[in-house]
């Protein structure tokens, strides 16, 4: 079982920078997949980016709409995942949610929203 909280979202204006936290309730070296997933108003929930362990290597994975823009991040001492939103466009603008995969089961955080406007 794992809990997940997410932080760092709010208001930014367009060009701006937010940095969303995503804290587990244990080790992130025992979860599989942790990711970042965003809903907008009107659509579907979309990945944004993902880390994906196997093996002990790391893949990386990130939406094409967020590439060069968008860092994720892991701090493992911490038990935590970060999201660097750079270049922040309104588009961006939604419901950020932390997402970690452990063996067959799926967790989700509360979400938090952020808000591109200027």
């Known amino acids: 079982q794992v809990q997940l909280v997410e932080s760092g979202g709010g208001l930014v204006q367009p060009g701006g920078s937010l940095r969303l936290s995503c804290i587990a309730s244990?080790?992130?070296?025992?979860?599989?997949?942790m990711g970042w997933y965003r809903q907008a108003p009107g659509k579907q929930r979309e990945l944004v980016a993902q880390?994906?362990?196997?093996?002990?290597?790391?893949?990386?994975d990130y939406v094409d709409s967020v590439k060069g823009r968008f860092t994720i991040s892991r701090d493992s001492a911490k038990n935590t995942v970060y999201l660097q939103m750079n270049s922040l466009k309104p588009e961006d603008t939604a419901v950020y949610y932390c997402?970690?995969?452990?063996?067959?089961?799926?967790?989700w955080g509360q979400g938090t929203q952020v808000t591109v406007s200027s």
């Open positions: 997402n970690a995969v452990m063996g067959t089961m799926g967790y």
């Open positions: 244990r080790s992130i070296f025992s979860i599989n997949v």
């Open positions: 880390l994906r362990t196997t093996g002990g290597v790391t893949y990386v």
